[in-house]
């Protein structure tokens, strides 16, 4: 049988394969269009936040673990006082970020305060031993015979650091510094250091003594926290007063330590500070606007705005005034027998309608520090 080879009958199969390919092309796309609709409406849209629904801690376990870091407050602190704290929260979400918060509170128990000063010894030390005019003074002493670096440290310790107390300025009191050198002078001093003699005394006591040469004389004093730099100013300038009438110790070292101090602090910023003079500080002052606190929420899909209107929302509660702390510092600073005034008020603010987890502030008023109330 003669095969057909007929042009025509090739051109019809041609055409018809190309239309069945391009039906089959059209069909599975329609199909990728409309299989996103046979799912579950819960499944296409945006997953709902748990940190609106559900709470991020366990009444127990959690709870378990703030009362662990913080039972080395000195006040009142139980278990049931934290759980009644964040209860106060009103809505699943702002009791959550309060128990973010609370979890990274930066807390210093006392054990963690003689860690503190013993560090700010390590670094006050070798702050001064990079000192070129007191290495050039302890080389041109006749003693120690031997001259290397622990020779060094020990002259800087007995013979040329002097511990002072920061003046009290009118308006303010600075009596933490005394509970703060009493654990110094025990973790932090040897017991070489100025025998038989007082080691922390008015820096008036220190001018009116006049030993040792001026010029190689350092003066250190210390406290809890330097937020602002606000009470720091004020004493700079009773020290300035007393430099006044001993015009001599005006090229001594000033050192100021502290045990945490706010980033956004510089020395430059205080008018009329002493030429020669610096702050050394354990940690860095932790706020609420940290970028470790912003990452945290941002891990839970709590929005900025969201975060902004709780600080708000509760520090106007606690305190009666919008502010996060003390020139807005907002810090999240507590040591192990107050909460500094730079700290979120509702951790220690108290109000008829707000019970502070921990219930005191750093220094009392002048007016009641003056008149001896607590």
């Not at 290495?135 to 120690?144: H, L, M």
């Not at 080691?199 to 003594?209: P, R, V």
């Not at 975060?307 to 810090?331: M, P, Q, T, V, W």
């Amino acid at each position: 049988m003669q095969e057909n080879t007929n042009s025509s009958n090739h051109q019809a199969i041609k055409h018809f394969r190309i239309i069945n390919d391009d039906i089959k092309f059209c069909q599975r796309k329609l199909s990728d269009l409309i299989s996103p609709y046979n799912k579950p409406l819960a499944s296409i849209l945006p997953e709902e936040r748990q940190v609106e629904q559900t709470l991020l801690f366990d009444e127990g376990i959690d709870i378990d673990e703030h009362y662990d870091r913080l039972r080395g407050w000195e006040g009142s602190i139980s278990k049931i006082k934290i759980r009644n704290w964040l209860n106060q929260f009103d809505t699943p979400l702002e009791k959550n970020i309060a128990h973010l918060l609370l979890s990274k509170i930066q807390f210093f128990s006392s054990d963690k305060i003689e860690i503190a000063t013993r560090r700010l010894q390590e670094k006050l030390l070798q702050f001064l031993m990079e000192e070129d005019r007191l290495r050039q003074a302890f080389f041109s002493v006749s003693k120690p015979a031997v001259k290397n670096e622990a020779e060094f440290q020990k002259w800087l310790r007995n013979k040329i650091i002097r511990y002072a107390m920061l003046p009290s300025p009118t308006d303010t009191s600075v009596e933490s510094q005394h509970r703060l050198w009493s654990i110094y002078e025990r973790s932090a001093l040897t017991t070489t250091s100025s025998q038989g003699e007082k080691k922390f005394k008015l820096l008036k006591e220190y001018f009116e003594a006049r030993k040792g040469e001026p010029e190689n004389s350092v003066f250190v004093f210390m406290d809890y926290t330097n937020g602002s730099g606000n009470q720091l100013t004020k004493c700079i300038r009773e020290i300035n007063k007393l430099l006044a009438e001993y015009p001599a110790y005006q090229n001594s070292f000033f050192v100021f330590m502290y045990v945490v101090q706010s980033k956004s602090f510089s020395l430059d910023s205080i008018e009329f500070a002493p030429s020669r003079s610096d702050t050394l500080f354990y940690e860095e002052m932790l706020d609420y606007k940290n970028s470790e606190i912003i990452e945290l929420l941002t891990s839970y899909r709590i929005s900025t705005d969201e975060y902004d209107a709780f600080i708000e929302k509760y520090c106007l509660r606690a305190s009666g005034k919008l502010s996060a702390g003390y020139r807005e510092s907002g810090a999240l600073t507590c040591h192990h027998y107050s909460c500094p005034n730079n700290t979120l008020p509702f951790f220690h603010k108290s109000s008829q309608n707000w019970e502070p987890l921990f219930r005191t502030s750093q220094t009392p008023s002048a007016t009641r520090y003056k008149q001896g109330q607590k």
